[in-house]
């Protein structure tokens, strides 16, 4: 049984606009959340975290929402640029517990 | 900036042979743990250290595949023998504790089982 569930396989994306990548999860006891960018051929790299005690996290052009009550989350990426190109995974941990990860979200920027 | 290393970087074998893994965490990095990512799928952990101590194998198909940390610092996965449905990327990431201590990734191992 999947805990954490990325349900789109891939999203199309105009360079300049507004990539929105959702998440879900069923464990209500996960109390932190990641979201890795992974290119080709390499490892995931860290992007963007949330703690469960708030709602909202800002980077740069990245943004992360949390909706507890929904157990959602998602990623918004404002602008898009092609660099932006890539898979991207939600993980997330129980107290001590391993990141457990969603199947990932290939996001395509199309300039 | 200090980065987790892997070794080798792709790997070819054919089944029922062995084959083994490095990992060299980050320095100062306690928690280590491998992963293993199937084309399409997200990463799914196979065994977490703390320092030189087994945390989690659950995962760890035991009867082909082992772990090691001796010294609690680098990590070698083996698997003997491989077989088909082994080929993946296996992925290390290090941690300077377990919970809610951000892993960072190594570059992985792509391993092809022919």
């Known amino acids: 049984d999947q805990q954490v569930k990325q349900n789109s396989p891939s999203l199309s994306v105009q360079e300049g606009r507004i990539s929105i990548l959702n998440c879900d999860y069923t464990?209500?006891?996960?109390?932190?959340f990641l979201w890795y960018k992974k290119y080709p051929a390499e490892g995931p790299t860290f992007l963007i975290s949330i703690s469960s005690i708030k709602d909202k996290n800002e980077d740069g052009r990245f943004t992360v929402f949390l909706n507890k009550s929904a157990k959602h989350l998602s990623l918004h990426i404002v602008p898009s640029q092609p660099g932006d190109s890539a898979v991207y995974f939600c993980?997330?941990?129980?107290?001590?517990?391993?990141?457990?990860f969603g199947k990932g979200t290939r996001l395509s920027v199309i300039a | 900036e200090a980065e987790v290393a892997q070794s080798p970087r792709y790997k070819i074998t054919e089944k029922s042979q062995a084959v083994a893994f490095w990992c060299d965490p980050i320095?100062?990095?306690?928690?280590l743990y491998w992963y293993r990512q199937i084309l399409g799928q997200g990463p799914e952990l196979l065994v977490q250290f703390q320092d030189e101590s087994v945390v989690d194998d659950s995962q760890l198909p035991k009867d082909r595949f082992s772990a090691e940390r001796l010294k609690g610092v680098d990590s070698t996965l083996k698997i003997q023998p491989a077989e088909l449905g082994d080929s993946a990327m296996y992925l290390c990431?290090?941690?300077?504790?377990?919970?809610?201590?951000?892993?960072?990734f190594g570059p992985g191992t792509r391993l092809t089982v022919l």
């Open positions: 990431a290090s941690s300077l504790a377990p919970g809610p201590y951000l892993a960072y």
């Open positions: 464990n209500s006891m996960f109390d932190y």
């Open positions: 320095s100062g990095h306690a928690t």
């Open positions: 993980a997330a941990i129980s107290g001590s517990t391993p990141l457990v």
